[in-house]
């Protein structure tokens, strides 16, 4: 079961980046995990897509529509998306083949504030669900006051953040079997 990663934000030392590298470690059998690189996606313009989709909107439309299963882990910007997921998401609906059809996807989100970026994450459903995007309901993970769960080296040290997201992992693997099975017409 390959799955692909979404980070939302594009910072170096980005901690959304450091939880989804640590989901390595904690996948179930089975599943593999390839983090995508969004930084070189231009900012969507009409104009692009009539000229011709460039190069890394192809490769990256390509790359959702390969993999079983998204796994998003994303920030909250002033309670919603950042420009850098939501990017991703409107080259990725372009018709025709939207990529996000039928694919089944994960979220978590850190955030430095409390909350752990509830707002971001339905926001984020909220707006895959008009694609056909089949997200996973539950478990919620929402990594709160984020600066004090890593090292100094980014490894992501909170044992309970760790079970947290292998539970969402496991979860996730059910849930793309599921919706495989669903799409086959098995019962
Ligand atoms: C433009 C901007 C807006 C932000 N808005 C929120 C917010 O609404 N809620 C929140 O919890 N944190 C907010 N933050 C703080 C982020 O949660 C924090 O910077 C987080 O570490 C970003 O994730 P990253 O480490 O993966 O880059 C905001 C940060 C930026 C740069």
Same mark, same amino acid.
């Given at each position: 079961m390959n799955i692909l990663g979404i980070c939302g934000s594009l910072r170096q030392a980005s901690y959304n980046m450091a939880a989804?590298? /640590?989901?390595?470690? *904690?996948?179930?059998?089975?599943?593999?995990?390839r983090i995508a690189s969004i930084g070189d996606l231009p900012m969507y313009n009409d104009d692009l897509r009539i000229d011709g989709l460039p190069e890394?909107?192809?490769?990256?439309?390509?790359?959702?529509?390969? /993999?079983?299963?998204? *796994?998003?882990a994303t920030p909250e910007y002033n309670f919603s998306l950042p420009p850098a997921l939501k990017n991703v998401i409107d080259w990725a609906s372009l018709p025709p083949r939207q990529a996000l059809?039928?694919?089944p996807v994960a979220i978590f989100s850190c955030a430095s504030g409390p909350l752990g970026g509830a707002r971001v994450q339905y926001d984020l459903r909220r707006i895959l669900t008009p694609l056909w995007a089949y997200t996973l309901p539950r478990p919620e993970v929402f990594i709160g006051s984020v600066d004090t769960k890593f090292?100094?080296?980014g490894h992501l040290t909170d044992e309970t953040t760790r079970r947290f997201l292998a539970e969402l992992l496991h979860g996730f693997r059910d849930w793309v079997l599921r919706m495989q099975r669903s799409q086959s017409g098995a019962p």
């Open positions: 989804l590298r /640590a989901c390595h470690d *904690l996948m179930p059998e089975g599943m593999t995990l890394p909107v192809v490769r990256i439309r390509s790359e959702i529509t390969a /993999a079983d299963g998204l *796994l998003i059809q039928d694919k090292d100094a080296r």
